[in-house]
């Protein structure tokens, strides 16, 4: 079976740090980018980070020098650290294995697994 598990959402101050897990299992990790999105409400969904196969990174600017995203190969676990939280990070944030190749958001082929995703709220 296919899993991908988040982990590490909750609440947060405007300023503070959370890291974020995606603990994967049942497909081939390291084929795929690992993609981190996010909905905020009201809001459709949106990428906002990849580590794609190649070890390239892709950030969307409203994230860019304040998040970061990692892996752990050998427990097939990626990572999205998230610091200098601000109440527009607020949303649903999920992994997706991320079919290759990736050059950015504008376009790629697709996902080819999603997450179920996990909630962050940031207050003022």
């Known amino acids: 079976e296919v899993q991908l598990v988040e982990s590490g959402g909750g609440l947060a101050q405007a300023g503070g740090s959370l890291t974020l897990s995606c603990a994967a299992s049942g497909f081939t990790f390291d084929a795929h980018g690992i993609g981190w999105f996010r909905q905020a409400p009201g809001k459709e969904r949106e990428g906002i980070s990849c580590?794609?196969?190649?070890?390239?990174?892709f950030y969307i600017d409203a994230v860019k020098g304040r998040f970061t995203v990692s892996s752990d190969s050998a427990k097939k676990t990626a990572f999205l650290q998230m610091t200098n939280l601000k109440p527009e990070d607020t949303a649903v944030y999920y992994c997706?294995?991320?079919?290759?190749?990736?050059?950015?958001?504008?376009?790629?082929?697709?996902?080819?697994?999603w997450g179920k995703g996990t909630l962050v709220n940031v207050s003022a």
């Open positions: 997706a294995a991320i079919r290759p190749p990736f050059y950015g958001f504008t376009y790629y082929y697709g996902v080819d697994y």
């Open positions: 580590l794609a196969i190649d070890a390239q990174t």
